[in-house]
């Protein structure tokens, strides 16, 4: 008959903390368990009158498409996935604007994201931000875009864009914009000009950043600086041109050129 081990101070020790910890692990699996037997969705089909000239979005977790409406009405369509708790989807209209706010509940254990579409009509200035998704928005004008974890991508646009990310790209085609003030601390930034811009302001903290115009236009005013990387002017420059371009880059190339 085997004598039962003494219970030490080391081993009460490591029974008040084993205990615990295993019961806490079994409960992390069980709940993961059960929202993957539980995972779901639903469709997004909402419409609402624009007001107020603005428009603001923000989305918790879910890729974000802005594209231009058809008629005078701000659309939104898309799909959410959850698992444990349905994630909301509110719209409000008022004098101040319309805003949609797509929000998942703070579980550890649930999976949530909302994708969406928002048909915006013309004229209306957008504010949009993700705190984990890419954010693409197509031939609007007036655009600010924040993503804390993921990328930005602008086809086209005019007016005024003010595009920052904490981490991932940002990338421009084809720009119309006049004004673009760009920042990310972590992500190469590309920005395309199809028409000369008037004022373009860069910063990046770890990354390459390319800003390219059309040839055979106006000369600019550049400034281009990195503390850890090359820089790269290929165009006409002016100090004092209407037309400036300024580029700073903490860790990695600066480059200027024109397109093919």
Not at 1 to 22: C, F, K, N
Not at 232 to 251: A, G, K, L, M, R
Request: glycine fraction near 12%; proline fraction near 5%; charged fraction near 10%.
């Amino acid at each position: 008959m085997s004598t039962p081990l003494p219970l030490t101070g080391g081993r009460r020790t490591a029974l008040a903390i084993g205990v615990p910890v295993s019961l806490a692990l079994i409960a992390w699996g069980a709940f993961n368990v059960i929202a993957l037997l539980s995972a779901d969705s639903f469709q997004i089909h909402q419409s609402v009158a624009a007001a107020g000239g603005q428009v603001s979005v923000s989305v918790d977790t879910g890729n974000l498409s802005l594209e231009p409406a058809a008629g005078d009405q701000v659309a939104l369509t898309g799909v959410a996935h959850y698992g444990l708790v349905r994630p909301t989807v509110d719209v409000t209209s008022s004098g101040a604007g319309v805003s949609i706010t797509a929000h998942c509940a703070p579980f550890l254990v649930d999976e949530c994201d909302v994708d969406l579409t928002v048909a915006v009509p013309a004229g209306i200035a957008v504010t949009a931000s993700t705190d984990s998704g890419d954010i693409t928005a197509s031939n609007l004008g007036n655009l600010t875009l924040q993503a804390d974890s993921g990328n930005l991508q602008v086809n086209g646009g005019s007016g005024l864009l003010h595009l920052s990310t904490d981490s991932g790209q940002i990338t421009g085609v084809a720009m119309g914009a006049s004004d673009v003030n760009a920042s990310a601390d972590s992500g190469d930034i590309s920005l395309d000009f199809g028409h000369a811009p008037a004022d373009v302001l860069v910063q990046d903290d770890s990354g390459d950043v390319t800003v390219t115009v059309p040839s055979g236009g106006p000369a600019y005013a550049v400034t281009a600086h990195s503390n850890s990387g090359s820089t790269s002017i290929e165009v006409p420059t002016d100090p004092t041109s209407t037309h400036d371009i300024s580029i700073s880059v903490d860790s990695g190339n600066a480059v200027v050129d024109p397109r093919d």
